[in-house]
């Protein structure tokens, strides 16, 4: 089992920011991919942001250029530093863990951090 506790979510205006930071701990994988998805009222979630274990990153599009995902493999922590925010990033934020072992994926979630962007 995993258990992903994040923080660092709150309210800031436009054009602030906010880091939010996601440790992980239980099962250790040698190959995963750990990631920020969100998720607005009455919108479907999203990917934000992941990274993979060996450092290879993927963002969404309307946050490429002002979010920034890292990863320290040794505390086995996620962090995404997320610049120029604009109310259209207010939504919940949920951290995951996307472990592979023996051909078998195991998905797991952090139980979310609210982010609200103030205009």
């Known amino acids: 089992q995993v258990h992903l506790v994040e923080s660092g979510g709150g309210l800031v205006q436009a054009g602030g920011s906010l880091r939010l930071s996601c440790a992980a701990s239980g099962i250790r994988f040698s190959i995963d991919v750990m990631g920020w998805y969100r998720q607005a009222p009455g919108k479907q979630r999203e990917l934000v942001a992941a990274?993979?274990?060996?450092?290879?990153?993927n963002y969404a599009d309307s946050v490429k250029g002002r979010f920034t995902i890292s990863r320290d493999n040794a505390k086995n922590t996620v962090n995404l530093q997320m610049n120029s925010l604009n109310p259209e990033d207010t939504a919940v934020y949920y951290c995951?863990?996307?472990?592979?072992?023996?051909?078998?994926?195991?998905?797991?979630w952090g139980q979310g951090t609210q982010v609200t962007v103030s205009s």
């Open positions: 990274i993979s274990s060996d450092g290879l990153t």
């Open positions: 995951n863990l996307q472990g592979y072992r023996l051909a078998s994926t195991f998905n797991y």
